[in-house]
């Protein structure tokens, strides 16, 4: 299955929130992973849209979960951000050119159809069987407890 590259950032920007005490400013999120900001801005537009997170306005303002990340899956990021639309779309190919099967005996999903559609959903199932904080689990189990330790200290503000 192919997602965008928006799927991904929006990812990482999920577990960052993860670790952060306070709403993160889209900004600050761009310069913590060097991407477009305008670009990131998109795909927290979506995962807003999604319920997902929200946005703080002001001066400590920026966007914060909207729930605990162990209850937001990977398949929740996914669908905000690339939509629910499954990654085949049978078109009844059959059903065309000089040998085409006619209608009337097409009355249910054609082999191929059957196959890609379980493959689907089977890709769906793994990925909502993970959440965001299983993810963020696995980045301490990866790299050690400090990594998401130095995120939240450079995401905290410069004291005024």
Request: aromatic letters at 4%; one cysteine or more.
């Amino acid at each position: 299955m192919k997602m965008s590259g928006g799927v991904e950032w929006a990812l990482h920007c999920a577990v960052v929130l993860t670790a952060a005490e306070r709403p993160v400013p889209a900004a600050r999120l761009a310069e913590l992973h060097d991407v477009s900001g305008s670009y990131l801005a998109k795909q927290l537009q979506a995962l807003s849209r999604a319920g997902l997170i929200h946005s703080v306005q002001g001066h400590a303002g920026g966007y914060a979960l909207t729930r605990p990340a162990s209850e937001i899956t990977v398949l929740d990021v996914v669908i905000a951000v690339d939509g629910p639309a499954p990654a085949f779309v049978c078109t009844e190919i059959r059903q065309r050119g000089p040998m085409a099967a006619p209608p009337e005996i097409c009355v249910r999903p054609c082999a191929i159809s059957r196959a890609m559609s379980a493959a689907d959903q089977a890709w769906r199932s793994a990925l909502g069987a993970v959440t965001v904080a299983d993810l963020a689990r696995d980045v301490v189990g990866d790299y050690g407890p400090p990594v998401l330790d130095g995120i939240r200290g450079w995401l905290a503000p410069a004291e005024e």
